[in-house]
């Protein structure tokens, strides 16, 4: 069964911009969840789709948003990038939503580096 | 105020020797649960372990077991039989209830754990 796919890899921007990254999760997995990790705040929640719905969301502004797509696939935005933003962000996939308690599989990440 | 504290920001261990890594817990929940991951160099979160509240027995999984600790609301994670490929930043972290009955999972910072030929 092939694993939590992460694209891009890598992302360079400048600040203003947005991004968005993409997640593909394990098959047959619905709840996508979303963490940004960086050297100073350390992993943080983002937000989890579950079944094309936002279940649950960390303390970040509106500038991140998420959505999740029919066959599970999930996608991150992020506007107005802020020099704050460069990051890896971590996409994990579970069978069931978070408060099922079930194993989360992460992704490799997607790093960006916001200049 | 810190929900998950590891207070071994890096550690060295011996290889073949057994190590514990060290994880305390705030919540005022009755139904939670922990996990601990292992992060490579290449940065995949990599899942290791997980224990419920409710669980009476601790957990194992190979050559890891978690230490729970209930009352002291302490869940350490102890290797047994360390190899070179153990080499990482170890992160413990807590699913938690929020007040609107939404979930979130919340990291400690991790402990780097460096194994010794």
């Known amino acids: 069964k092939a694993g939590v796919t992460q694209t891009p890899r890598y992302l360079i921007k400048t600040r203003g911009q947005q991004v968005t990254l993409s997640c593909s999760p394990i098959?047959?997995?619905?709840?996508v969840s979303w963490y940004q990790q960086t050297p100073g705040q350390g992993l943080q929640f983002l937000f989890e789709?579950?079944?094309?719905?936002?279940?649950n969301k960390g303390n970040f502004p509106g500038r991140f948003s998420g959505r999740q797509f029919s066959n599970s696939r999930s996608e991150m935005n992020v506007s107005t990038l802020e020099l704050g933003d460069s990051a890896l962000y971590l996409c994990?996939?579970?069978?069931?939503?978070?408060?099922?308690?079930?194993?989360?599989?992460f992704g490799p990440g997607t790093r960006l580096t916001v200049l | 105020a810190q929900k998950i504290t590891q207070t071994q920001p890096g550690m060295f261990v011996q290889e073949k020797e057994a190590v514990t890594l060290d994880c305390t817990y705030d919540?005022?929940?009755?139904?939670?649960?922990l996990f601990w991951y292992k992060q490579p160099s290449s940065g995949e979160m990599i899942f290791l372990i997980y224990q419920g509240s409710y669980d009476e027995q601790n957990a194992t999984e190979g050559r890891y077991s978690l230490n729970f600790q209930k009352a002291r609301k302490s869940a350490n994670l102890v290797i047994s039989a360390s190899q070179l490929g153990d080499s990482a930043m170890y992160f413990c972290?807590?699913?938690?209830?929020?007040?609107?009955?939404?979930?979130?999972?919340?990291f400690g910072s991790g402990t780097r754990l460096l194994v010794r030929p």
């Open positions: 789709y579950f079944s094309e719905t936002q279940r």
């Open positions: 098959s047959g997995h619905r709840s």
């Open positions: 994990a996939s579970s069978p069931g939503s978070l408060g099922g308690g079930h194993e989360q599989f």
């Open positions: 919540t005022s929940d009755q139904s939670y649960g």
């Open positions: 972290a807590m699913r938690e209830r929020q007040l609107d009955s939404s979930y979130k999972l919340i």
